[in-house]
């Protein structure tokens, strides 16, 4: 995978995002996975997935430590935590974890105010993996977050989009917003040198 990470900063100041290169989608002397279909979104990200409704209070800080998917057939814990490596560059689960979905620690825990983000292999060179039914999300399905103090942040599906991972959209994905937020980004597109060319990014706002 590539993506851009973010630093976590004061809470008033834009999340400033650093170039990164996430490595391990990818079927190398494997079967590949077939790539998954994106049905396009049918509203755009940072639209509430429900019009007519005003945006749910923000919930405290609470480490996440279960996602639930039904769509795609996820329910995973723990999550592992994700940071940044010494090139600035996002931690990403290893291969051996690649059943599992990791949380970027340096941003806002899920139903915080802003974008929290979560990042799942849609497969490895061991094959299928924890995101490997990212093609069956559409907007409106549900991700269920449980966090560490006993509640639940439940996130509506608003978009997926998928884009060449020298085309991230870094603002979108890590930029400040006004509500409580979700990314789950994963790898999308044909197996091109042993590797996955894109990135499928799925947006959710909270439900209230």
């Keep these: 995978m590539h993506l851009t990470a973010g630093r976590r900063v004061a809470a008033a100041l834009?999340?400033?995002?650093?170039a990164a290169a996430l490595a391990g989608c990818g079927a190398d002397g494997h079967a590949a996975t077939p790539p998954p279909h994106i049905t396009p979104s049918a509203t755009a990200p940072g639209t509430p997935a429900s019009s007519g409704?005003?945006?749910?209070?923000?919930?405290?800080?609470?480490?996440?430590?279960?996602?639930?998917?039904?769509?795609?057939?996820v329910d995973t814990a723990?999550?592992?935590?994700?940071g940044l490596n010494d090139d600035g560059t996002i931690e990403v689960p290893s291969v051996p974890q690649a059943d599992r979905i990791g949380w970027y620690e340096n941003g806002v825990?899920?139903?915080?105010?802003?974008?929290?983000?979560?990042v799942g292999h849609f497969d490895t060179v061991n094959g299928p993996a924890v995101m490997r039914n990212v093609g069956k999300i559409r907007p409106g399905d549900t991700i269920d977050v449980a966090r560490e103090d006993g509640t639940r942040a439940v996130f509506a599906v608003t978009a997926l989009e998928q884009v060449g991972k020298d085309a991230f959209p870094t603002d979108k994905v890590y930029g400040r917003t006004d509500r409580p937020e979700l990314r789950l980004i994963?790898?999308?597109g044909e197996i091109t040198d042993g590797h996955r060319p894109d990135n499928i990014i799925v947006y959710a706002d909270l439900l209230g």
């Design 78 to 82: 723990p999550l592992l935590r994700l």
């Design 186 to 188: 994963t790898c999308g």
């Design 14 to 18: 834009l999340v400033l995002p650093f």
């Design 109 to 118: 825990t899920p139903g915080e105010t802003g974008p929290a983000v979560l």
């Design 53 to 73: 409704t005003t945006a749910p209070a923000a919930m405290p800080a609470s480490v996440p430590v279960r996602v639930a998917i039904p769509a795609a057939g």
